[in-house]
């Protein structure tokens, strides 16, 4: 695995090599930025280039064929720690970071960077899905991010500095990654097997995201999509009929939760999309959008009520219904919760009151 696969973060490579050289890398980072635009490989292939039994580390420039770069690639290092959220938890549980309970600072990522180095120079801990941090898990941290053992280096893979403690954020130099560029999207997709020509409609559509794009290949969610944008783009939305249909969408994606609950978060991200793109318009007179998109957000513009303020308002409803999703919340209360709050913003023409 070479630099070359990694696209579109040639700025990223470009300060950590530059660090390197400098002897200035620091000990812990936070990667932020859009979900699906390679921060975890790029996470990855920084380890590699650390842990190169061939090359030097300030070269950034791993081999891809020693042991050490086979392994990292495997995630079978044993100077790489890997922590990610189980795919059944609402976080990162407390034990991988420090040990159970029967183990605390005995096991787990704190206790395994600490570690003296089996192979390599250094040890490198990648906490993927750093935004699943709760509270415990992120103070259980704080004296490894404040004061990392020599020759360690600590990353966090997260979406945006925002979801993290200010404690997190203040131990960490904080990496920012951009989406990826079109051409860019369009060259990983056609990796993947896709011809040229659904890769560039894949890639126009997608935001610069990877992950995006692969979801966007399913057509019952495209066909989704234009229902979706047509139920939000007039004065009112009908939220029992809205609600219907989202349910639907949900339950053809299977008996399992984990599945169902990608799904639904496919169907929020599309509401947020389009809510964003009406903000723009309103404040701005323009946004790029596809065609369709386009088509739906200029009606929305003209008719649905509260323009900047009511858009706000929906984009917000939208990333706390993700949020819920994310601590599993029951997915029909939530349903019905998140196309009623659109309802009622519409209605209104701006977010409803809460009581204090």
């Known amino acids: 695995m070479s630099w070359s696969d990694i696209e579109g973060h040639d700025r990223v490579v470009g300060q950590f090599r530059s660090a390197l050289r400098r002897g200035r890398l620091f000990g812990s980072y936070l990667f932020v930025g859009p979900a699906g635009i390679g921060k975890h490989t790029f996470a990855v292939k920084l380890a590699q280039a650390l842990l190169c039994q061939t090359r030097a580390e300030e070269d950034l420039d791993p081999c891809g064929g020693c042991p050490a770069c086979a392994q990292v690639a495997a995630r079978s290092h044993p100077d790489l720690v890997t922590v990610a959220r189980p795919a059944d938890k609402a976080t990162i549980p407390l034990e991988l970071l420090i040990g159970d309970k029967e183990h605390r600072m005995r096991d787990g990522l704190c206790h395994d960077i600490a570690l003296t180095p089996f192979m390599g120079k250094r040890k490198v801990a990648i906490i993927d899905d750093a935004d699943y941090l ?29 979801k993290q403690l200010p404690t997190i954020r203040s131990r960490c130099q904080i990496v920012r990654f951009a989406p990826l560029g079109e051409e860019a999207l369009v060259r990983l997709l056609v990796r993947t097997g896709l011809d040229a020509a659904e890769a560039s409609r894949l890639a126009r559509d997608a935001g610069g995201s990877l992950q995006r794009a692969a979801q966007m290949r399913d057509a019952s969610l495209w066909e989704f999509r234009s229902h979706l944008f047509a139920s939000l783009c007039g004065p009112l939305v009908e939220s029992p009929r809205l609600a219907a249909a989202v349910q639907s969408l949900v339950e053809a994606a299977g008996r399992e939760a984990p599945p169902r609950r990608a799904r639904l978060h496919q169907v929020i991200d599309m509401a947020v999309d389009f809510y964003r793109h009406l903000l723009r318009v309103l404040s701005a007179g323009q946004a790029r959008a596809d065609e369709e998109l386009a088509r739906y957000v200029a009606e929305a513009a003209e008719a649905v009520p509260g323009g900047v303020e009511a858009a706000a308002a929906c984009i917000d409803l939208c990333l706390e219904a993700g949020e819920a999703i994310d601590r599993f919340a029951h997915q029909v209360n939530l349903i019905e919760y998140w196309t009623d709050g659109l309802a009622e913003i519409y209605r209104l023409g701006r977010a409803p009151l809460r009581a204090s």
């Open 134 to 162: 709760n509270i415990e898990g992120a103070n259980s941290l704080l004296k490894t991010l404040e004061e990392p053992p020599p020759r360690s280096v600590l990353i966090l893979v997260g979406t945006t500095p925002a």
